[in-house]
């Protein structure tokens, strides 16, 4: 299905990463707290295996916002790889939004990091195309984070997306709806566990 | 069972009312739209029938804040009897926080408003001693706003948290939960619709 696609873990109170993140702290004061249910919380269920698996399907191609990619070590004159290692998990090209021009990274895989310096439209594209092209489902993912996904929320391109509610309070950071100006989705399925509720919403149909 | 409960409507940005309140528009706006699924949107399920079957279950007592009584028409020297015409939906005492002195306020079809001018704690005190020695099921269901919750999350005296959450984005208004300091809740059971997401939380239980 060439579905465009979202997958996100939030808190009950809208934030994607607690506050103060930095280099070190990606995702904030108490951030990892939302993300227990597919990395290894001993209290994580079928249901939380069932959105891991949602979430670690092939899909064609991929949009990323540069903080996804990797933090600035000592600026662009020392390149690197970004957080993922040698072998990324995504096996796809993957769009990776910056200001900053450089050549495409061929990871392990079938992983290959492509920058694009001239904003959210061409980097879905040209990830339509080579989703288009290429394997997985055909269907693009954006993977976040969060402002990249409120520049595919707005450009209304997002089909599916699911959120894992977490019962937690951040009380600040990074929050994924601020500045959406354009919501019309509706929950199709719901799983739970002690850790989340899974939601996936499907955007509505015109009329 | 004697449980604390309270069972409240949000937005998926944490909003359990837009901006903008006013005594004409006491949910702000786009505030209704979290709404629908229990006041006669079209689009309702059965998901949502259950749902508003556990929003109306008999209760013991109830507490709630001034504003859910009904908004300020000019002062105190006008009496008047709230929002809620002449047979509230309660059928229960109601303990109404406020800072104004009042004499009780009986109601049709068993609800009596009670105004309680100590705080919080106090008024919670009176529910739940109305409660054990009243009908319904012998707890206490804190009613809203959002102030009177935030102040039950506080004080740790909710057992059971329902909340509906609307794939709605308010983008500002009343937030449920800025300033709610402690929050240790798991979700045990979900039902969802088109309309709304709903989710039953529990008070996890210490150790």
């Known amino acids: 299905m060439s579905d465009t696609t979202c997958h996100m873990s939030i808190s009950l109170d809208g934030f994607c990463a607690g506050p103060h993140q930095s280099r070190d702290h990606p995702l904030g004061v108490r951030g990892h707290e939302l993300h227990g249910w597919h990395i290894g919380d001993p209290r994580a269920t079928e249901a939380d295996r069932t959105a891991t698996s949602w979430l670690m399907r092939p899909r064609g191609a991929y949009v990323m916002g540069r903080n996804m990619f990797g933090p600035i070590r000592g600026g662009w004159d020392e390149p690197w790889d970004g957080w993922w290692g040698p072998e990324p998990p995504y096996h796809a090209p993957v769009f990776v939004l910056t200001h900053h021009e450089r050549e495409p990274i061929e990871m392990q895989g079938g992983t290959t990091f492509h920058f694009v310096t001239d904003g ?88």
Not at 158 to 182: K, M, N, Q, W, Y
């Open 120 to 207: 959210f439209d061409a980097a879905y594209a040209q990830a339509r195309e080579a989703a288009a092209a290429g394997g997985g489902d055909g269907g693009v993912d954006i993977a976040g984070g969060a402002s990249t996904v409120r520049q595919a929320l707005n450009a209304g391109v997002v089909d599916e997306l699911t959120l894992d509610i977490a019962p937690v309070l951040l009380g600040g950071g990074e929050s994924l709806f601020d500045g959406v100006r354009d919501f019309d989705f509706e929950p199709v399925e719901v799983l739970h566990s002690p850790l989340t509720t899974h939601v996936r919403y499907r955007r509505r149909q015109p009329g």
